[in-house]
Structure formats: structure tokens, C-alpha cells
């Protein structure tokens, strides 16, 4: 028997895997993919320092590590259900049951949908979709395609499409909408970008990201926003144009766009048909909950961490005893803080195990600091209020379970 | 394309407007509109559709987006077969 099972072998799951090992307690890790490393496997940018981050390369580092630990990764193991008996966990999975006193939850997120007319089109994938296709399984998605929605994760994978030689035709937004929400404001998706404007190599967004956090430079900036859209990489940003239905018989054939205003309103008569074979749609990302749910773990929802999040210490503890988070399921955030985040889970059960009881206090207090550090030197933030929300969590678990993280059973 | 027949959950076919029926014959949660119109209920139970229900809840009803409950997650989570459910390994 394990002393601890992880949900997951994204960047959170191995990190505290590897936390755990290096302290002498037996791992299992369980990932449903056919091979660890989750959403790293599908990364690859150049970073503004100009180093280019190979999510690959870091997914076999961190793979070479569990070997040496001798910790099992199980890849192709689906976890549909999470229980507690006395004192163990259950975890039941499509390969069996298994049982230990801790786990640790890394299942990271899923992405959010935009329904436009067409979407169920063969040839319409969510932008996660095409980056696993294009950097994982190397396969070309299509041969000019469309991007509907403009976030910081489509520009990521807009890039890869990229070097990866497919054409990206233009990034349009979606049909603004009491669904689509801020996704479909032409003036909140300039704001959020602003927070990532160094990835965007354009004059207005890098240089433009000083005085464009003053509201009415903004939508003056938006009124002269060329027709035909500022190039990122490439590829035309049009932000003053929404997707209004996907076209084609029997697969994507195109995409019916119209102009819209700076606060989003169509402008009747402008609708234009642009071709394309495939259409991804990015509607950014939020945590993927439901293992802990079944648990029977508290919620919170922190809009600034994408929802509803399982309440946590900043040891990344759940008020239930033995079980952990780490990564995107405490918050949307980029992989290297997701590491982080699972050295001080993988840590944090370190402490609760009894292990190492001299250094571990420091070495805990250390990662927690560590996480803070990489979140300020982020060159991606997928949402500019992270840090309150992140503060918001802490205050809530210190008002009610106390500071040290007491555990309730 | 009507804009009344876009599916939002996709896996059990289920239309925005269908949705917007539920919760004008009174449906307040997440699961009100599930039994009622089976949304999330299909083969990825909920993970591509329960948000987009949730902001048509808060739409169709002033609700705020913290006071819509998630909803229920049941066990399985992940689609398995019944001999795995019986407790036989490896389907």
C-alpha cells in the first residue's frame, strides 16, 4: 500500500509526488492520459527573458525524477470516485481500488465552452484541443483555421499552431452575451490582456499596456482600433469583430463574422463569411473539481480563481483530513506555479505524516513562500486578481480553521 | 441557425432554449434544470455544460453567480463500466 495517492501527473501531481519520495514515503500516481505530464506536454513559448519554455522537455525532467524515486506513475487510470473509511482514503478507479492516508488532488482544469450556432460541427475543437492535437499527438487540426475568443491560453496555443506550420486565419471575439460575458466585451478582453501585453508584439498592446490602464484611453484606443485587426504573431487580433455562426454542411466550412462597437454591439449589415476548416474556441479555463467534491470537500466561490474552489490552507490542506490540492484546481494559474504548489502539498503531507519533524517546518514555510515568489515573476497571468483571490482564500481558512491549518475530521 | 436550438449540452442534446423553459416552469438550481431537461446528465456529466447552465440561471433569474450552487457531483465521475462499478478490475 502507497502512503500517498495522487490524482493526477500534470505539473502539481509529479512535483508533490516528488516532494513525498524525497522524504521517504511510498507514491502512487495516477494519471488518465497514456502519459504523465498533463497540460505541460502541450507547452511550448519563448519567455520574455527570450529562454523558450518546452513543456515537454520539463514533463520528461519531472517523469526522470519519479523513476529515480521509484514512484509508480499510472498512466490510463481514471478515478471516478473518492471516499473515506475510518481512516483511509478510497480511491476508486476503472483499474481498482486502492487505499492510503493521503491523497493528493492535481486534477488541474478543463475549459470553459462558448456556444456559437455551428459549434458542434466537425471541425470545431476547444483551443486546448487543437494544442494537444498539434504538440502531443502531432497531428495537423486543419488547414486555415479561426480562433474565437481572445484570452491569453489562445495565444499561447496560437503560437504553437504556428511553428507547427497551420494557418490561423484571424482570432475574432465571440457574440457578446449574458454566456459569453466578458469574452464577447471588446473593452474587458483589452484589459485582460494588458496583463500579458509582452506576449502580444504589437505596438498598441506592449507599449500601449502604461497608459491603457486609464479607462478612457482605453475605449479611445478601442475607437481607432484598426478594421482589420492588430497582428499578434501573425495572425489579425480583430477586436471589434464577433464570430456569429459557423458555417458548413457537413463540417466547418467557415464563419459568419460581423463588426461590432467597442462595448460589444453588433452593427447590423456587416456580416462577412470567412473561410476556414477549422475553428477553435477559447474560452479560458476553470478548475476541475469534481474528485474533491465527491470527497466531500468544502467550496468556495473566488471569482478571481475561476469559480467554485475546494477550500484550502495555504499548505494547500482541505478541511478534510489527509487530503490535499494542488495546481489548477485551487486557481487558474500557469505550470511553473502549479509546481510550486504541489512541492508545498507534497511537503505539507511530509509534516502531517510525522516525517522529518526538525526541517520540515522551515522547508514548508520556505515552498509557501517560494509559490508567492514565482506568481510575481509570472510572465502569464490568466487573471490580473489572482492575488486577492488567493488572499481571499487564506483569510477564510485562517477565520476558520486557524492559522496552522487545524485539521477537522 | 436559430439561436433557440444551440445546444449548450452537448453529449444529451439539450437546447438553450429548452433550458430557459425549465427554469420559466421554476427550476432555481443546477439540478432543477438536470431532472428536468437532463443537462449534464450525459457522457461527460456536466463538464462542458454546467457553467453555461449556471450563467442562463443567472440571466433568466438576477441570481448572482456565488449563490448558484455547483451542483451535485455524484460518483462515477468518469464514465466505467458496470463490472468496474461491481468491483470487477479491469472492466
Known amino acids: ?409 | 441557425m436559430n439561436d433557440k436550438d444551440l445546444l449548450v449540452c452537448r453529449c444529451e442534446e439539450i437546447s438553450d432554449e429548452e433550458i430557459r423553459e425549465a427554469i420559466r416552469q421554476g427550476a432555481r438550481t443546477i439540478t432543477g434544470i438536470k431532472r428536468r431537461t437532463r443537462a449534464g446528465m450525459g457522457l461527460c456529466q456536466g463538464r462542458t455544460c454546467q457553467r453555461l447552465v449556471a450563467r442562463i440561471l443567472a440571466e433568466e433569474t438576477g441570481m448572482k453567480p456565488e449563490d448558484i450552487d455547483p451542483g451535485t457531483d455524484r460518483p462515477p465521475v468518469k464514465p466505467v463500466s458496470f463490472g468496474v462499478l461491481g468491483g470487477v478490475a479491469n472492466d
Open chain 1, 1 to 409: 500500500m502507497s502512503d500517498v495517492i495522487v490524482i493526477g501527473a500534470g505539473p502539481a501531481g509529479l512535483a508533490g509526488a516528488i516532494a513525498c519520495a524525497e522524504f521517504g514515503l511510498k507514491v502512487t500516481v495516477l494519471d488518465e492520459f497514456f502519459r504523465p505530464g498533463g497540460r505541460l506536454l502541450g507547452q511550448l513559448y519563448e519567455e520574455p527573458s527570450g529562454n523558450w519554455w518546452n513543456g515537454i522537455k520539463e514533463a520528461e525532467r519531472l517523469q526522470q525524477k519519479t523513476k529515480d524515486l521509484a514512484i509508480d506513475v499510472r498512466c490510463g487510470v481514471s478515478v471516478f470516485n473518492l471516499e473515506k473509511d475510518e481512516l483511509l482514503w478510497n480511491v476508486h478507479t476503472n483499474a481498482g481500488s486502492m487505499k492510503a492516508s493521503y491523497v493528493l488532488v492535481a486534477t488541474g482544469s478543463a475549459e470553459y465552452p462558448i456556444p456559437v450556432p455551428g459549434w458542434t460541427l466537425p471541425g470545431v475543437m476547444s483551443i486546448g484541443a487543437a494544442q494537444v492535437m498539434t504538440n502531443v499527438h502531432r497531428v495537423q487540426v486543419g488547414k486555415k483555421g479561426i480562433i474565437i475568443g481572445a484570452n491569453i491560453l489562445a495565444f499561447a496555443i496560437l503560437t504553437e499552431l504556428q511553428l507547427a506550420g497551420i494557418q490561423v486565419d484571424r482570432i475574432v471575439l465571440p457574440e457578446k452575451s449574458p454566456i459569453s460575458q466578458e469574452a464577447g466585451e471588446p473593452e474587458e478582453v483589452l484589459k485582460s490582456l494588458l496583463s500579458a501585453a509582452h506576449l502580444a508584439p504589437s505596438l498598441l498592446l506592449r507599449f500601449g499596456s502604461v497608459f491603457m490602464k486609464n479607462g478612457l484611453l482605453r475605449k479611445i484606443a478601442l475607437n481607432f482600433y484598426p478594421k482589420g485587426g492588430m497582428k499578434i504573431s501573425g495572425t489579425p487580433l480583430q477586436l471589434r469583430k464577433a464570430a456569429m455562426e459557423i458555417v458548413g454542411k457537413k463540417q466547418v466550412e467557415g464563419v459568419r463574422v460581423v463588426d461590432i462597437t467597442p462595448n460589444g454591439a453588433t452593427v447590423p449589415g456587416s456580416d462577412k463569411i470567412y473561410e476556414a476548416d477549422f475553428v477553435c474556441i477559447a474560452g479560458g479555463l476553470y478548475p476541475l473539481t469534481e474528485i474533491t467534491a465527491v470527497a466531500g470537500c468544502p467550496f468556495q466561490f473566488v471569482p478571481e480563481l475561476g469559480g467554485h474552489i475546494p477550500v484550502h490552507s495555504e499548505w494547500m490542506e482541505t478541511p478534510l483530513q489527509g487530503l490535499f490540492v494542488a495546481g489548477n484546481i485551487t486557481g487558474i494559474e500557469g505550470g511553473k506555479i502549479a509546481m510550486a504548489q504541489g512541492t508545498v502539498a507534497g511537503l505539507a503531507i511530509v509534516k502531517r505524516s510525522g516525517k522529518e519533524a526538525g526541517s520540515i517546518d522551515r522547508l514548508l514555510q520556505k515552498s509557501v513562500d517560494y509559490v508567492r515568489d514565482v506568481r510575481q515573476h509570472a510572465p502569464i497571468q490568466f487573471n490580473p486578481g489572482v492575488d486577492e483571490g488567493r488572499q481571499t482564500m487564506k483569510e477564510l481558512w485562517v477565520s476558520k480553521y486557524g492559522k496552522e491549518g487545524k485539521v477537522i475530521s
